[in-house]
Nanobody, 120 residues
């Protein structure tokens, strides 16, 4: 399914950004996720949300990031607060046609990415 991210940008530490991912399909039937990859580092799973709106987060973003979706708009969001320089990365939206987001789920659809840069 085609995915298009938006909302990246440059902010100072402590600031906020909201990423959006438009899904060209019925978002209700997908496990959706946000990933990020910093230069020289492996891609990291940041957050997921399943068909029942159950979220999961990697430990480093708990309490700062919130994943959500608007079923009517078929859009996935990532609200990022209290941003840190270590959050700097390319952020990707991903989808898998399955109701649950298991820890080992393999995402089949990916967006083109949106850059987030946090300066100290």
């Amino acid at each position: 399914v085609p995915l298009v991210e938006s909302g990246g940008g440059s902010v100072q530490a402590g600031g906020s950004l909201t990423l959006a991912c438009e899904v060209s399909g019925n978002i209700r039937v997908y496990c959706m996720g946000w990933f990020r990859q910093a230069p020289g580092k492996e891609r990291e799973r940041v957050a997921t949300i399943d068909a029942y709106d159950t979220p999961t987060y990697t430990e480093s973003v708990k309490g700062r990031f919130t994943i959500s979706k608007d079923n009517g708009k078929n859009t996935l969001y990532l609200q990022m607060n209290s941003l840190k320089p270590e959050d700097t990365a390319m952020y990707y939206c991903a989808a898998r046609l399955t109701a649950y987001c298991s820890p080992t789920v393999v995402f089949r659809s990916w967006g083109q990415g949106t850059q987030v840069t946090v300066s100290s």
